[in-house]
């Protein structure tokens, strides 16, 4: 019997192909064949006509423990002080909006960010609309936060919303409003959904939005939510800022504290998105993973 193995190296991910074989009372296991990618393995296996047993396993059962303990932890540590919660929901917000606009081109550092969000500052050499992501985002956040806080279903309108706040000035015309035409992904292979089928696909994003599952399970809900949206691809602009905001709201009606994809990390993210093309979500959320521990270590070292 074989079966496909995962292993990281540095920032990246491989497979290998890994036979079982008795010899006596041991079991021993010999590596036939390396990968870039599960599609790749796959395809070998379906090509040599490899019977193979595959683990579905999106976070690794120590991750699991450690995600589960320390939302544990925070959760018997709650209500937090007033005056710690403002000074955290202070910093994610602007953390947040300076990495998700940097990773989509948005040259403000974060300071320039905080200045123009917290203080009104217009920056020297930044262009109106790089202003306009800054401060549209935080206020898509704040709606995201009133979101988090509603004892109701998650609706499509409230994406739509979402949606309609961070293109707002930007482009009216097409914010808030699911594309009409085809759309390209530049430097991507994956071509998204025609238009025409956009509506019923996000049905799928809403659904995991409102999905029950808790602690660890709620992590790979809502890195399933990140990128069934960034695959969509359901507007004409915003895509990647609105899949992070439902990453986000998908985390907090769980109880985790919202988690920041840093721009320094975007060769890793886009690598993620382009193997879960390929059918292996496991990077991304791996990815997802280790910046929500960041998270929860933040919010913890305020009541430790």
């Known amino acids: 019997m074989a079966f496909i193995r995962r292993k990281k190296k540095g920032n990246t991910f491989f497979y290998e192909l890994v036979e079982t074989m008795r010899e006596g009372k041991k079991v021993k296991q010999k590596v036939v064949q390396y990968f870039p990618s599960l599609e790749a393995a796959n395809l070998y296996c379906e090509q040599k006509g490899i019977r193979k047993h595959e683990t579905k396993l999106l976070i690794s059962h120590d991750a699991q423990k450690r995600l589960n303990e320390k939302l544990d932890e925070l959760n018997k540590a709650r209500p937090l002080p007033q005056s710690a919660l403002k000074n955290l929901k202070d910093k994610f917000e602007i953390d947040i909006t300076y990495n998700s606009n940097a990773i989509e081109g948005n040259t403000l550092t974060l300071r320039e960010t905080w200045l123009v969000v917290r203080k009104g500052i217009t920056i020297g050499g ?3 609309q790089e202003h306009l992501e800054a401060k549209n985002h935080v206020e898509a956040l704040h709606y995201l936060f009133d979101l988090v806080n509603r004892k109701r279903k998650i609706k499509e309108e409230d994406i739509l919303e979402l949606h309609k706040l961070v293109l707002d000035k930007i482009d009216p015309e097409n914010a808030g ?23 019923q696909l996000m049905k799928e994003v809403v659904k995991q939005l409102n999905n029950k599952d808790k602690k660890s399970k709620a992590v790979e809900s809502a890195s399933k939510v990140h990128y069934l ?64 521990e960041k998270s929860l270590d933040i919010y913890l070292s305020v009541v430790t």
């Open 126 to 128: 930044k262009t109106l």
């Open 229 to 292: 949206t960034a695959k969509i691809h359901p507007f004409t602009d915003g895509n990647g800022r609105l899949a992070r905001l439902l990453l986000n709201l998908r985390l907090m009606r769980s109880g985790f504290p919202p988690v920041v994809l840093h721009k320094i990390e975007r060769k890793s993210y886009y690598s993620g998105l382009e193997k879960a093309d390929d059918g292996d979500l496991y990077p991304l959320t791996a990815l997802v993973v280790k910046n929500v």
């Open 177 to 199: 409003k699911y594309r009409n035409v085809q759309v390209y992904i530049s430097g991507s292979a994956h071509l998204p959904p025609a238009a025409s089928e956009v509506a």
